[in-house]
């Protein structure tokens, strides 16, 4: 018997127990453990019920992703489970941690569940870009009804025991120790005489809706997952449940998840399943670095970006003092902070009491020296050197010894800030993205002279404040936003050629984006990025067309939202966009006037300028060494820019794409367009004649 998976009988109770770190995960070893563990009880007549527990953190939390890539062997996961429900015996399952995926759908295929009171069941498949494939899309339904089995797995969020209790997925939510109380409940079970409770044999309560419920899901799909082919093979898998007999149902799902566990939208997603937790493994981080303690944290700037900072900290607990030069701005700072959070309570995510536990651990000050038990200051003010020079002379002067030097600087070289202070090793950039409170992106930029615990420290205090921190080396616009300049360049550049804004942003759009790149500078503010331009006047080409509708806009002072026009006009009652002849008018005009030749870019044309030109300066920040890794590119994208997870970031749909295709196209833009902007990066040119891709790179570095 593999030792992942082990049996023991006492006192007539059979526990069977799965323990295979990290997370119990599905894979063959644990598949096969179970098999041999339930084909024995089969045999046996020395217990009376059983109960599957899970050593370690969490109850089994799926399948073994990385599985799908390597080809998933038997004993599959639906006939294992078939197994488990087919026990002659009743089957307690004992969940604690978070059970997902295969591991509700065991669960499911046991025939009572005990929760613990912290755990957490969901379905989460789909954000995977496939479906539960164990059983889950017949037996959901039939243990909380089809309604509700279809919000748990479209959704794909855990809920948590109590809910789990209520909707019927669980029948008991342990008051203490979830394993004791399981095994209470078996013995429970066989005094009363009860036997399993087939999950398959129970009916769907609300079949009789399955009609309407199907086309609202069917609505919902269509509105909000657009482009996705998994979400409505979902709905047709779980509809089944309440039209086919089970055997038929499971068949139905077993062939849809055949055919979705292949497509680009499954590899898309599983890459950046991977991705997200590959950005934490940095080289020369090794197993002796520890990282710094993180007990109060010094925010300087009371501002929007500051105050945003400061929640993300003192949502987990750490105390937050915030230093700004007046006591009016302070007190401005606080009082958007609690906007924000009775925003939180008005939505029900948060308590009244959180709410001032919360505020109890804001402090403000105008004095430095308030700072002098900080472990991390974070500067967050105006993108001006000068000003952030003499911040940090000052935190220089007042943090204690081992205290680290964060600025949130989106633009301006960490190096030459590190230089103002003695201690250059203990400063990082920590490019928080706007709402810092909402926004799950954080850009880590490592200085040339950031020590290895520092970074360390921002990696784990990443993860603490539930930011995906993505490590940055030191260049203009870091990675986001380096890769933003030729995109939106050739946005601008369109529509000086006579497109409209609304074709821009149409087909971005419509290929997933999340808003298009026009609209995003209308919501940030145009004079946010004309302002970075003017700061740095050494990153801008000697060309008059350059970004010359931002420059038109901020000239007549429309700034996009919050001015009520920019690229769009924005005053309808609901604030929707709308397009605005007036500024379509002048910047085609502008065109004409700096000759810029007319052009008319069909989807296909805008999607590739736009994409193309990220992807290409992509190319280059990896072969500068300043992104470590493309998948590191594709989660700062999909976390931070609104690309869509289900093409997998921009470097993986380039390898979907194929980079000799890429090439071709750049190499015929820079015989279209302007060369300048049209020459393929040297990594890019040698990946695509050497028939290789962005995942190869990665492998090959070994990263
Ligand atoms: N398969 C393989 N590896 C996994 C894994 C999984 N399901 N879950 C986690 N890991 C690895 C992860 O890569 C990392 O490895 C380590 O475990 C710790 O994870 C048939 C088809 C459980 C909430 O989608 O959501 O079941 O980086 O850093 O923050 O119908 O892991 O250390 O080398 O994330 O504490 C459905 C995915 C699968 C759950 C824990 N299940 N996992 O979070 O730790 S499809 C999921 C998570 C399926 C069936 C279908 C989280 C977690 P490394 P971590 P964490």
Redesign the pocket.
């Known amino acids: 018997m593999s030792d992942v998976v082990t049996l023991s009988v006492t006192d007539r109770i059979a526990t069977v127990t799965i323990d295979s770190p990290?997370?119990n995960?599905a894979d063959h070893p644990v598949r096969a453990g179970l098999q041999k563990v339930f084909t024995d009880l089969a045999g046996r007549a020395d217990y009376d019920a059983a109960v599957v527990v899970c050593a370690g953190r969490?109850f089994m939390?799926?399948?073994?992703?990385?599985e799908f890539d390597t080809g998933i062997k038997p004993p599959h996961?639906q006939d294992l489970f078939n197994l488990v429900e087919s026990c002659a015996k009743p089957v307690v399952a004992a969940l604690h941690g978070?059970a997902?995926?295969?591991g509700t759908?065991l669960a499911m295929a046991c025939h009572y569940r005990v929760a613990d009171k912290g755990a957490r069941i969901g379905l989460?498949?789909l954000?995977?870009g496939?479906i539960?494939?164990?059983g889950?899309t017949q037996r959901a339904p039939r243990l909380i009804g089809l309604d509700a089995a279809m919000d748990l797995v479209l959704s794909g969020k855990p809920v948590p025991a109590a809910k789990a209790l209520e909707l019927g997925l669980v029948d008991e939510v342990a008051a203490a120790d979830v394993n004791a109380a399981a095994l209470a409940y078996a013995k429970k079970l066989v005094a009363e005489g009860k036997g399993p409770r087939r999950t398959c044999d129970l009916a769907v309560k609300d079949a009789a809706k399955a009609a309407e419920i199907i086309a609202a899901r069917q609505a919902q799909v269509a509105k909000t997952m657009k482009n996705r082919t998994s979400p409505l093979k979902l709905v047709e898998a779980m509809a089944a449940a309440a039209s086919l007999p089970f055997a038929e149902g499971l068949k139905l799902e077993a062939d849809i998840s055949r055919q979705l566990e292949h497509a680009v939208e499954a590899r898309a997603m599983r890459h950046l399943f991977?991705a997200d937790?590959e950005v934490r493994k940095i080289p020369g981080i090794t197993k002796d670095i520890k990282a710094r303690p993180i007990r109060k944290v010094g925010i300087i700037g009371a501002g929007t970006m500051g105050g945003g900072i400061a929640m993300c900290f003192a949502n987990i607990g750490v105390p937050v003092t915030i230093i700004d030069v007046s006591d009016e701005n302070l007190q401005r700072g606080l009082g958007i902070i609690r906007k924000n959070y009775e925003r939180s309570v008005s939505r029900g995510s948060l308590t009244a009491e959180q709410l001032e536990s919360r505020m109890g651990l804001l402090s403000v000050s105008t004095d430095y020296a308030a700072l002098k038990d900080a472990d991390l200051a974070i500067e967050a003010v105006f993108e001006k050197m000068e000003l952030k020079k003499d911040i940090f002379a000052r935190l220089d002067a007042v943090l204690p010894a081992g205290a680290i030097l964060g600025t949130n600087t989106s633009t301006l070289d960490i190096d030459e800030i590190a230089a103002t202070t003695k201690r250059p090793a203990d400063v990082i950039g920590l490019h928080f993205f706007s709402p810092a409170n909402v926004m799950p992106l954080l850009e880590i930029v490592q200085g040339a002279k950031t020590s290895m615990d520092v970074l360390l420290t921002a990696l784990d205090m990443a993860k603490l404040i539930k930011k995906t921190g993505v490590v940055s080396k030191v260049c203009y616009g870091f990675i986001g936003n380096r890769m933003m300049d030729p995109y939106g360049r050739e946005a601008e550049r369109m529509v000086l050629e006579g497109a409209t804004p609304a074709d821009i942003d149409g087909a971005l759009e419509g290929w997933g984006m999340a808003m298009g790149i026009l609209a995003v500078y209308d919501m940030a503010g145009i004079e946010v990025g004309d302002n970075t331009r003017i700061a740095n006047p050494h990153m801008v080409p000697d060309d008059p067309s350059f970004y010359r509708c931002s420059a038109l806009l901020v000239a007549n002072k429309w700034l996009g939202q919050k001015t009520g026009r920019g690229y769009y006009r924005y005053d309808s009652p609901d604030r929707k966009r709308a397009p605005c002849p007036e500024v379509i008018e002048m910047m085609h005009a502008e065109g004409k006037r700096l000759n810029v030749p007319a052009r008319k870019p069909g989807k296909d044309e805008i999607l590739e300028r736009c994409l193309y030109s990220m992807i290409n300066e992509g190319a280059k920040l990896l072969e500068e060494g300043i992104a470590l890794r493309a998948s590191d590119i594709d989660v700062v994208y999909t976390a931070g820019y609104g690309f869509p997870r289900y093409r997998g970031g921009p470097m993986f749909y380039a390898d979907t794409v194929g980079l000799k295709v890429i090439y071709d196209k750049i190499v015929e833009f820079g015989k279209t367009l302007d060369p300048r902007y049209w020459t393929p990066a040297p990594l890019l040119e040698k990946l695509a004649k050497s028939g290789s891709t962005f995942a190869e790179w990665d492998a090959s570095k070994g990263k």
């Open positions: 990290p997370v995960a969490t939390a799926g399948a073994d992703i990385g996961h978070t997902l995926g295969a759908e989460p498949e954000s995977l496939i539960p494939g164990a889950g991977f937790r």
